[in-house]
């Protein structure tokens, strides 16, 4: 593993555990060079996926780009980085057992159906940009939605 603060190759590991979902290897490691500390993951990846966008252009998957739309929605609300993690682990898993090319439609909508499960602001704020509300009607119309899946006397 080539070191990122010194480019060395040669680095020790120093502790390994599972990640809390059980997804991923959190590696510690230490640079032979400069004797920098530094931490890698390594995840259990299926295939190699390929998004098929709206105008047909393909590109290879990006789970940190899949990840930075979850955290966009989910800012500033009270939800553990791990159950974002999961969230993002969740969605990866399920799109690579569909095949070797997802539409993004499709990574749209398991993004919402799993922000549904997680916060209720975070799918709303999503949602405003994947469907591209336009009117006040529209978030109105998807708090309405949101709202029949909530308990009474429960707070979102």
Do not use: N
């Not at 299926?46 to 105008?55: C, E, I, S």
């Amino acid at each position: 593993m080539r070191c990122p603060f010194c480019g060395d190759q040669d680095s020790q590991v120093k502790d390994s555990r599972s990640s809390e979902d059980g997804a991923a290897i959190r590696r510690r490691r230490q640079c032979e060079g400069c004797g920098a500390r530094f931490t890698t993951f390594e995840r259990v990846q299926l295939r190699d996926l390929v998004v098929v966008k709206k105008d047909g252009v393909r590109e290879p998957f990006d789970r940190m780009k899949l990840a930075r739309a979850i955290g966009f929605a989910c800012r500033k609300r009270d939800i553990q980085p791990e159950r974002i993690e999961r969230l993002v682990s969740g969605i990866q898993r399920q799109l690579e057992t569909r095949g070797d090319e997802v539409a993004t439609v499709d990574i749209g909508e398991a993004v919402m159906a799993g922000l549904k499960t997680l916060d209720h602001v975070a799918y709303i704020r999503f949602a405003s940009i994947y469907r591209d509300f336009s009117e006040a009607s529209d978030f109105a119309e998807i708090a309405g939605e949101v709202g029949e899946d909530v308990e009474p006397g429960k707070l979102l």
